[in-house]
């Protein structure tokens, strides 16, 4: 077979296949697989359902400054004003949207088994101060805990009924205060009731935390909960549903 024949034919296959990805991109379900502007209006609808006051903040937000400009460039005579308020307009729009979404985000999610990733998502990502263990023990009523670790030392997060999990808590911190002497083991239960940590401010609240751990420590300290992870026996992770944002993280901060 001649070489342009077969350059023809590999060309042919290649533009079908990029024409297969498309549609299936096209009709797939999943936010993951579609374009940022389609992912931004299904992040926006979702928002809208969950948030009553999004579509109305959203509105005053881009059409106050937006009018106001119009308004300043018919008295100036100068575009340079409804230009300015144009840009005005679509920051605070995307600001409130970003907060907003955010916030419905978390809302939709919280009670659900495994929704304390959602915050764990928002701790710092660069370097390998932090890290993030989900479940590393559970109990048959589907009561979760989870660790960090970082500069703050050890945070344990507990999922579930508080009575329990405050008793799985306090086993928990046992445990990991053995690992190493004078170790700082803080505790959270993920909940809206008094002594209890929101889901949306988790990260925050858990950032805020005092350091005591050196960062020429933590790797040591890793190791050691690595030894104490290893003797621990299968977790029977909780059957309910998990949260999975991945498509409504990726319109907000782009693919």
Request: charged fraction near 25%; hydrophobic fraction near 45%.
């Amino acid at each position: 077979m001649p070489k342009s024949q077969r350059a023809k034919e590999l060309a042919a296959q290649q533009k079908a296949a990029k024409q297969a990805a498309k549609i299936r991109r096209r009709e797939s379900t999943d936010p993951s697989d579609w374009g940022r502007w389609r992912q931004m209006v299904y992040v926006f609808k979702l928002t809208a359902r969950e948030d009553r006051k999004f579509v109305p903040l959203s509105l005053v937000a881009f059409l106050v400054p937006l009018i106001g400009g119009v308004v300043a460039a018919i008295l100036t005579v100068s575009w340079f004003w409804g230009t300015l308020g144009l840009l005005i307009g679509l920051t605070l729009f995307l600001t409130v949207f970003t907060v907003r979404a955010r916030r419905a985000n978390f809302r939709r999610y919280a009670g659900q088994a495994g929704a304390a990733e959602l915050a764990f998502r928002e701790l710092p990502q660069r370097g390998k101060n932090w890290q993030v263990s989900l479940a590393i023990t559970a109990n048959r009523h589907q009561d979760v805990l989870h660790r960090v670790v970082g500069p703050p030392g050890v945070i344990l997060v507990g999922e579930g009924q508080a009575g329990r999990v405050r008793q799985m808590l306090e086993a928990e911190a046992k445990k990991h205060q053995s690992v190493r002497q004078g170790l700082a083991v803080t505790c959270f239960v993920v909940g809206d009731a008094p002594n209890q940590v929101a889901l949306d401010k988790l990260a925050k609240t858990i950032k805020k935390l005092p350091k005591t751990v050196e960062k020429s420590d933590l790797k040591d300290l890793k190791s050691r909960l690595q030894a104490l992870d290893n003797a621990r026996p299968r977790v029977p992770l909780p059957r309910g549903p998990m949260p999975n944002p991945k498509g409504a993280r990726q319109a907000l901060r782009g693919r």
